[in-house]
């Protein structure tokens, strides 16, 4: 079992940056693959970011790539999303989640085992 705990989200004008992290606990962190999704009201969840078990590979979303930096310290438990260039758009509540299949990196939300509770992000235009 994981369990996870996103912090860093608020409230940032347009343009403006934040880092998100995820401090995982339970289950060997290294043994899994990492994810960022978002959702935003009226919407569905969609993802983000991704980045595999040992940080070497990872992969984003069209509508982030280029602004958004997934990584993760694998000694701190730690899975981080550094957002640079926030656009209003990018409101939304962002969780964090874990795959423990090592063979991937998911962008589909079915494919992940466990969640954070979220983080608010509230860019103001």
Same mark, same amino acid.
């Given at each position: 079992q994981v369990q996870l705990v996103e912090s860093g989200g608020g409230l940032v004008q347009a343009g403006g940056s934040l880092r998100l992290s995820c401090a995982a606990s339970g289950r060997t962190f290294s043994s899994y693959a990492m994810g960022w999704f978002r959702q935003a009201p009226g919407k569905e969840r969609e993802f983000v970011a =991704? &980045? @595999?078990?040992s940080g070497g590979s990872t992969y984003y979303a069209d509508s982030v790539k280029g602004r958004f930096? &997934? +990584?993760r310290d694998n000694a701190k438990n730690t899975? $981080?999303?550094q957002?640079? +260039?926030l656009k209003a758009e990018d409101t939304a509540v962002y $969780?964090? =989640?874990a795959d423990f299949?090592? @063979?991937r990196i998911g962008v589909r939300d079915i494919l992940y085992d466990y969640w954070g509770q979220g983080t608010q992000v509230t860019v103001s235009s």
């Open positions: =991704a &980045i @595999s078990w930096t &997934i +990584s899975v $981080y999303l957002m640079n +260039s $969780y964090c =989640a299949d090592r @063979s």
